[in-house]
T-cell receptor
Framework: GAVVSQHPSWVICKSGTSVKIECRSL??????MFWYRQFPKQSLMLMAT?????????EQGVEKDKFLINHASLTLSTLTVTSAHPEDSSFYIC??????????????FGPGTRLTVL | AQSVTQLDSHVSVSEGTPVLLRCNYS??????LFWYVQHPNKGLQLLLK??????LVKGINGFEAEFKKSETSFHLTKPSAHMSDAAEYFC???????????FGTGTRLLVSP
């Protein structure tokens, strides 16, 4: 149980275009999902916290207008990288927190999406 | 503020020998602590978690970790390394009741035949 999927697993796009990444909790409902960014050989950095039915909470330094997050249902959150540039190239990982895990903040992670902007 | 320090960026072991990955944390309150493993170009898999129950925590694939409050440590161990254990390992801390996970910088485990 507690499986999280991401789609696509990798994407290549041209500079200036927008890319949407989906994160789904497959066997549980998640009121809270999280989006992380990972640079090569580095740790994960939290970008934003996504709450179903409300606006996402962004970490300091993350551009809200560039990284649009939508959490329209209890099993789906999307991250849209708008007007992507080469510096946005990275590994994006989402996670979801099953019900009842709030106290310990136990999160289950998706397999990640590799974004390359040319 | 809470933080986590992984003391080794790389650890090399031979197959069949013990594994020790070190982690120290800093937290003003009782933390939840996790170890995650990441294989190349993959997401993170939960190995084990400490949530204030038993201080010795057993996880998957033969891994275990011991929470030592006096030393503010949560080191990950395995009695005998397997080639498939080669991966990146992250120690993670979460303050109870808060949203964020704070990740260590990771330790790359290399296993040689």
């Amino acid at each position: 149980g507690a499986v999280v999927s991401q789609h696509p697993s990798w994407v290549i796009c041209k500079s200036g275009t927008s890319v949407k990444i989906e994160c789904r909790s497959l066997d549980f409902q998640a009121t809270t999902m999280f989006w992380y960014r990972q640079f090569p050989k580095q740790s994960l950095m939290l970008m934003a916290t996504s709450n179903e039915g409300s606006k996402a909470t962004y970490e300091q330094g993350v551009e809200k207008d560039k990284f649009l997050i939508n959490h329209a249902s209890l099993t789906l959150s999307t991250l849209t990288v708008t007007s992507a540039h080469p510096e946005d190239s990275s590994f994006y990982i989402c996670s979801a927190r099953p019900p009842g895990r709030d106290l310990y903040n136990e999160q289950f992670f998706g397999p990640g999406t590799r974004l390359t902007v040319l | 503020a809470q933080s986590v320090t992984q003391l080794d960026s790389h650890v090399s072991v031979s197959e069949g020998t013990p594994v020790l990955l070190r982690c120290n944390y800093s937290s003003s309150y009782s933390p939840s602590l996790f170890w995650y493993v990441q294989h190349p170009n993959k997401g993170l898999q939960l190995l084990l978690k400490y949530t204030s129950a038993a201080t010795l925590v057993k996880g998957i694939n033969g891994f275990e970790a011991e929470f030592k409050k006096s030393e503010t440590s949560f080191h990950l161990t395995k009695p005998s390394a397997h080639m498939s254990d080669a991966a990146e390992y992250f120690c993670v801390v979460s303050l109870w009741g808060f949203q964020k996970l704070v990740f260590g910088t990771g330790t790359r485990l290399l296993v040689s035949p």
